[in-house]
């Protein structure tokens, strides 16, 4: 299986602040998505295949990377965007998720 | 309105049994991959079943193979888990989820999800 690892594993931060987010993979992979989930809510896929914005997600928020690592980045945080972030690897079964990332207000 | 709409969960005994229904609407369905994803209270996400748009090829991932069968019915929009010899391991909250296009393994739209419990 790919595992995927994220960091860091939250992180404090102010509204206005640019946060990136990083995941790696285990192995280098083709395709790998970004989703936020907000407490007691389910996820929401936000960038697919690296760094395509979903239509209707701010343009705030971009993904990067290639091969075995990849990021996101939320260029100033609104208070919205107070959330768990998830990255998973959509290249091979099973389709494995980070373990997330907890984005809470400083 | 976009809805998918997980019914089905609740508390069951270990070595018990439970089927999860997900009703989709405002959504096309028969064309796309349904899925399952869980996430145990508290903790991450986890891909553990699939099936392809004409029903004929499901996946499964290693901790449910053997125990869990995914069914759709294209007719009724409809996805469904069906769930034995569950384990305080199965304990999560369970989204049924519609696959970006046909076969692509990304998440585009997820149901609120269902509780399956499992504790004597």
């Known amino acids: 299986d790919i595992q995927m690892t994220q960091s860091p594993s939250s992180l404090s931060a102010s509204v206005g602040d640019r946060v990136t987010i990083t995941c790696r993979a285990s192995?280098?992979?083709?395709?790998l998505n970004w989703y936020q989930q907000r407490p007691g809510k389910a996820p929401k896929l936000l960038i697919y295949?690296?760094?395509n914005l979903r239509s209707g997600v701010p343009s705030r928020f971009s993904g990067s990377g290639s091969g075995t690592d990849f990021a996101l980045t939320i260029s100033s945080l609104l208070p919205e965007d107070f959330a768990t972030y998830y990255c998973q690897q959509s290249h091979n079964i099973p389709f494995t998720f980070g373990p997330g990332t907890k984005v809470d207000i400083k | 309105e976009v809805q998918l709409v997980e019914s089905g969960g609740g508390l069951v005994k270990p070595g018990g049994s439970l089927r999860l229904s997900c009703a989709v609407s405002?959504?096309?369905?028969?064309?796309?991959?349904m899925h399952w994803v869980r996430q145990a209270p508290g903790k991450g996400l986890e891909w553990i079943s699939a099936i392809l748009s004409t029903g004929t090829h499901m996946l499964y991932s290693d901790s449910v193979k053997g125990r869990f069968t995914i069914s759709r019915d294209n007719a009724k929009s409809s996805l469904y888990l069906q769930m034995v010899s569950l384990r305080a391991e199965d304990t999560a909250f369970y989204y049924c989820?519609?696959?970006?296009?046909?076969?692509?393994?990304?998440?585009?739209?997820w149901g609120q999800g269902t509780l399956v419990t499992v504790s004597s």
């Open positions: 295949r690296s760094s």
């Open positions: 989820v519609r696959d970006w296009g046909e076969i692509t393994y990304q998440f585009e739209y």
């Open positions: 405002g959504l096309n369905f028969s064309p796309y991959t």
């Open positions: 192995q280098s992979i083709t395709y």
